[in-house]
């Protein structure tokens, strides 16, 4: 069963602690997506790249996010350093987009992150 | 700037019944709209596509409309049951960035 696996699922750091999160997307996906869910904010998109490329990255807090596709099976956002206020669950999904057209994005368990 | 509007507060309805949940969206046009299902401490799992093109569309016991005139997507599950019990979010393209967008979902809840 293809799915998008994430790790870890669970993360507890002190504020100023370096937080790096870990993708694997579906092989063959050609799209992977960053998401921050919080109860105020909902789904919030952070990132997302096209054949390992950054499409847009402009959600992101830029001065401590960063998000990198070292190979096709690894994607990972890191946040340095770590504050209160990142505490959320990070998820990271995967599509296959042709052409223009939409996809279907499927997504992790998520990473729930604790910032104390 | 684009806006994508669910309705907040959760919907309760009795087994058996149809449920209807709306999704308006502002100040873009989205080729295509697409909705999903999110379980407590899950990710979010595709259900239905509709695009611009399609006024309806049909999987199961689910229903999607797509209003561009009105913009507004209307999701109907029919014959609900206990399962049915989620959070589901409306979720078109974001023109400018290229990227799926998602409202704050509504909350179903469905009594036997």
């Given at each position: 069963?293809?799915?998008?696996?994430?790790?870890?699922?669970?993360?507890?750091?002190?504020?100023?602690?370096?937080?790096?999160?870990?993708?694997?997307?579906?092989?063959?996906?050609?799209?992977?997506?960053?998401?921050?869910?919080?109860?105020?904010?909902g789904?919030?998109l952070?990132?997302?790249?096209?054949?390992?490329?950054?499409?847009?990255?402009?959600?992101?807090?830029?001065?401590?996010?960063?998000?990198?596709?070292?190979?096709?099976?690894?994607?990972?956002?890191?946040?340095?350093?770590?504050e209160?206020?990142?505490?959320?669950?990070?998820?990271?999904?995967?599509?296959?987009?042709?052409?223009?057209?939409?996809?279907?994005?499927?997504?992790?368990?998520?990473?729930?992150?604790t910032?104390? | 700037?684009?806006?994508?509007?669910?309705?907040?507060?959760?919907?309760?309805?009795?087994?058996?019944?149809?449920?209807?949940?709306?999704?308006?969206?502002?100040?873009?046009?989205?080729?295509?709209?697409?909705?999903?299902?999110?379980?407590?401490?899950?990710?979010?799992?595709?259900?239905?596509?509709?695009?611009?093109?399609?006024?309806?569309?049909?999987?199961?016991?689910?229903?999607?409309?797509?209003?561009?005139?009105?913009?507004?997507?209307?999701?109907?599950i029919?014959?609900?049951?206990?399962?049915?019990?989620?959070?589901?979010?409306?979720?078109?393209?974001d023109?400018?960035?290229?990227?799926?967008?998602?409202?704050?979902?509504?909350?179903?809840?469905?009594?036997?």
């Amino acid at each position: 069963d293809a799915r998008v696996t994430q790790t870890p699922r669970h993360k507890v750091t002190e504020m100023g602690q370096e937080v790096t999160m870990r993708c694997q997307p579906i092989l063959g996906h050609n799209t992977v997506f960053w998401y921050r869910q919080t109860m105020m904010q909902g789904l919030e998109l952070l990132a997302y790249f096209r054949n390992r490329a950054p499409l847009d990255d402009s959600g992101m807090p830029k001065d401590r996010f960063s998000a990198e596709m070292p190979d096709a099976t690894l994607a990972t956002l890191k946040i340095q350093p770590s504050e209160p206020r990142d505490s959320a669950v990070y998820f990271c999904a995967s599509g296959l987009v042709l052409g223009t057209g939409g996809t279907e994005a499927f997504f992790g368990q998520g990473t729930r992150l604790t910032v104390v | 700037s684009q806006k994508i509007e669910q309705n907040s507060e959760a919907l309760n309805i009795q087994e058996g019944k149809t449920a209807t949940l709306t999704c308006n969206y502002t100040n873009y046009s989205p080729a295509y709209l697409q909705w999903y299902r999110q379980d407590p401490g899950r990710g979010p799992v595709f259900l239905l596509l509709i695009r611009e093109n399609e006024k309806e569309k049909r999987k199961e016991r689910l229903k999607v409309t797509f209003d561009t005139t009105l913009k507004q997507s209307l999701f109907h599950i029919t014959a609900s049951q206990p399962a049915d019990s989620a959070t589901y979010l409306c979720a078109p393209p974001d023109t400018g960035r290229r990227a799926l967008t998602f409202g704050s979902g509504t909350r179903l809840q469905v009594q036997p």
